[in-house]
């Protein structure tokens, strides 16, 4: 309160506050900064989001951009994918020219952005977030002196919404051809000078917005505002759909604008620190749930813009572990960012600038929106797992009557590859996505051990599923069951019997039997499944020692295609494990074959699996690997993925799955938990020989506090969430005991009890 007293004036106590609740000073690995501001979209600005407003931000000085998005504002129906959309835009002209000082920054332990400069004499500083709980975007301009916002800003729309103004609010309001409606109200509040509403339209002699990256294609709206000689600016923005999770209601729900307007008047705005606080409170109750450390870098590279560190990574190939920690903790920040209780993070997580942007920035089903939650629960964000289950559930009854028309035989239901949000998709069908959708029901059950989810939601879905193959599965004359027409994305033939097909289907019925087990439901039909899986044609080793991809041994050993759907059974399936030692080191030959390329989620993807080989210094070639630098901005993915200046995932173009597979990864190289044990550092690499982690979840609901020096396990301390038996391993030591649910237990690095429960 202090602090707040002394710093008061004009320069606004906000930016103060937001960094100085909760904790001190934010740690160097949990700041993202740059000397400029944002040059792209893609690559440069940085992104902010509640799980359904999403808002990328430039940090200009000149005119600022703040490019918005709500992740239900998508075109198509339940015959088509359609496309995820573009919202809007603000755009703030605030003619500060040649600034010195600047940092634009975005810390991701508060999820809050900073950007400061002088200009004119004047020191300036902005504080924006998307608050969760508030469900709106607070952007506040201040500066150190009175009068220096003289400028104007316009609310515009990506689909010729209607834009009016009433007094300081602007209201963007618009209806898709799919009847989907939706509403942007902007409310503008200013200390000091004048503020005004202009209807004349914009200046006709110039384009006010040339310059403005990205910002070629917007249409100026005839409102904006004009502010003259204000000593503080503060934006309050809050948008929405009236989509419903609802097939039966259509997809459609009530009209936003009631409860836009009161979001809107909630904020009290001479409170401001009442929504900061509550935003870091909110947004910290879950991202601190998980720490890492790797090993402390260089101060001299640490000190470095987070572009010129990146930059230097990839080209001195410096040692940067923190950098490597916050690109970790980056991938938690964009899932609590864009999977908080409503649609699940798309292709592009929900930061989205186009109305036709790459693959539609949809739900992918042979693998991308899969990778997207691998890191939510090993890195405790469970909850965050539910938007994505929920999300396959409200879409279900479409699919069942999708499937019915291209399967007339099945039950059950699939998914084609492309999917959107109202049970329509597009591009071939992938006919295993819901037996790899189902290991996703399978596996929030798995970490958390909730059985009453297990009986009433995921059970059902698992169940469902299994009846799909049980009516589509080939008999063969010797008894071997095999998936008729199957495609190993995205490449080779269609024909019976491929890989990714029989290990996903291998998978389910693992995962629907042991289900069936623990609720002791469906005897019969377990039983029957279980035999089902045993004459499942089963993984096959090839001429040159490698895993089969197809039934046929045609794999090329130059083939190094991004995907490697045959190895699902390694990771992230379980069907092949050092347990099978030939299969493993069959898997092994094939992954090394396919290359340490690829685009930027395949790199992802051979991070976990060389954590599930154990092999961590070969893992950690390919974290570095995905780390590339790299700046293009174009689509080509032979160009190789890699991670632009904002740590966005490049597919290329940016792709958020690899950012997500990434954090998984790292986790995977952690602990390991599928065989039924909790295995402790099985991958960790030389690169670390030091560290830490805190907060990582196994399953059988445990979960881990670790330490570690000189490569070897230190400490462990084991946490029941409702686990009770727990059979720990670290190397060829093994130690089982039982815990009670919240009770702990803490270990030494040879897996004695130092504090027992
Ligand atoms: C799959 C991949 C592509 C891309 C697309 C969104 O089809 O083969 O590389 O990631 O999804």
Redesign the pocket.
């Known amino acids: 309160m202090m602090l707040i007293k002394i710093f008061s004036g004009f320069f606004s106590a906000l930016a103060l506050i937001a960094f100085a609740a909760a904790e001190s000073v934010p740690r160097a690995e949990s700041v993202l900064w740059y000397s400029q501001p944002a040059r792209s979209w893609m690559t440069e600005a940085l992104p902010l989001g509640n799980g359904s407003l999403g808002a990328m931000v430039f940090g200009r000085t000149d005119t600022e951009r703040i490019q918005f998005n709500v992740n239900s504002l998508w075109t198509g129906h339940e015959k088509d994918t359609g496309h995820y959309q573009a919202f809007g835009d603000i755009f703030i002209q605030l003619n500060h020219a040649a600034p010195t000082d600047y940092r634009r920054e975005l810390d991701i332990s508060r999820a809050v952005q900073r950007v400061r400069y002088v200009s004119g004499g004047k020191r300036y500083e902005r504080t924006a977030l998307i608050s969760h709980p508030a469900k709106v975007m607070v952007k506040h301009f201040g500066a150190d002196q009175p009068g220096g916002y003289t400028g104007r800003l316009w609310l515009t729309d990506m689909h010729d919404a209607k834009i009016t103004a009433d007094g300081s609010r602007i209201t963007a309001v618009g209806r898709l051809e799919n009847g989907l409606e939706y509403e942007a109200q902007l409310a503008v509040f200013s200390k000091g000078g004048k503020l005004r509403v202009e209807n004349s339209g914009p200046p006709s002699e110039s384009n006010p917005l040339a310059g403005v990256p990205g910002a070629q294609h917007v249409k100026l709206p005839a409102v904006s505002l004009v502010f003259e000689a204000c000593d503080s600016l503060t934006l309050v923005l809050a948008a929405d759909t009236n989509y419903t999770p609802d097939a039966a209601k259509g997809w459609r729900g009530v009209h936003p604008h009631a409860e836009l307007t009161r979001r809107v008047d909630a904020v009290r705005v001479d409170a401001l620190q009442d929504v900061f606080r509550e935003h870091i409170v909110d947004y910290q109750s879950l991202f601190k749930r998980f720490q890492l450390s790797l090993g402390k870098s260089d101060s001299v590279i640490a000190g470095k813009p987070t572009d010129q560190r990146l930059l230097a990574y990839t080209r001195d190939k410096t040692r940067d572990p923190q950098l490597e920690e916050m690109f970790v903790q980056y991938g938690r920040y964009l899932l609590i960012s864009s999977s908080r209780g409503g649609l699940p993070a798309n292709?592009q997580g929900l930061w989205n600038e186009s109305n036709k942007p790459?693959?539609r920035s949809?739900y992918?089903s042979?693998?991308?929106v899969q990778m997207n939650y691998w890191l939510a629960e090993p890195t405790n964000l469970s909850e965050l797992h539910l938007p994505f289950l929920h999300y396959v559930r409200s879409q279900i009854p479409v699919y069942r009557e999708r499937t019915r028309e291209e399967y007339p035989k099945s039950r059950g239901w699939t998914v084609r590859?492309e999917n959107g949000i109202h049970g329509g998709g597009s591009?071939v069908w992938n006919p295993p996505g819901s037996a790899w959708y189902a290991l996703h029901f399978w596996e929030h059950y798995a970490f958390t051990g909730d059985l009453a989810y297990l009986r009433d939601i995921a059970y059902p879905v698992i169940k469902e599923v299994c009846q799909f193959w049980e009516d589509a599965l080939m008999e063969r004359p010797d008894g071997t069951l095999v998936a008729p027409k199957g495609w190993s994305?995205?490449h080779g033939p269609v024909e019976a019997g491929v890989s990714y097909d029989q290990q996903i289907i291998y998978d389910l019925f693992t995962n629907y039997v042991e289900a069936a087990d623990k609720l002791g439901l469906d005897r019969a039909y377990r039983d029957k499944i279980a035999t089902m899986r045993g004459k499942l044609l089963k993984p096959k080793i090839g001429s040159w020692g490698q895993l089969q991809e197809w039934e046929t041994d045609r794999d090329n050993p130059k083939d190094d295609h991004?995907?490697v759907s045959h190895l699902f059974a390694l990771h992230p399936g379980r069907q092949i494990s050092s347990l099978s030692p030939d299969l493993f080191e069959a898997a092994k030959v094939s992954l090394r074959a396919r290359g340490d390329g690829g685009?930027g989620?395949?790199r992802a993807w051979k991070i976990n699996f060389w954590a599930r080989f154990r092999d961590g210094d070969h893992a950690y070639v390919m974290l570095r690997n995905l780390m590339t630098a790299v700046n293009n901005v174009g689509t080509d993915?032979r160009d190789g993925g890699g991670v632009y200046p904002n740590l966005f995932d490049a597919?290329p173009p940016f792709?958020i799955?690899g950012n997500f597979g990434a954090s998984a990864g790292v986790a995977e190289m952690l602990v390991q938990s599928q065989t039924g044990e909790i295995d402790l550092l099985p991958a960790l690499p030389a690169a670390w020989p030091d560290g830490s982690v805190s907060g990582l979840c196994a399953r059988g609901g445990f979960t881990l506090d670790l330490t570690w020096s000189a490569g070897r396990l230190a400490s462990v301390r084991v946490t029941s969430t409702g686990g009770t038996n727990a059979r720990l391993r670290v190397g060829d030591q093994v130690r089982e005991f039982s815990l009670r649910p919240g009770a702990s237990i803490s270990l030494d690095g040879s897996l004695k009890t130092i504090d027992p429960p």
């Open positions: 292709l790459m693959w949809d992918h042979n693998i991308n590859t591009f994305p995205e991004r995907h685009t989620w395949s993915m597919h792709q799955d």
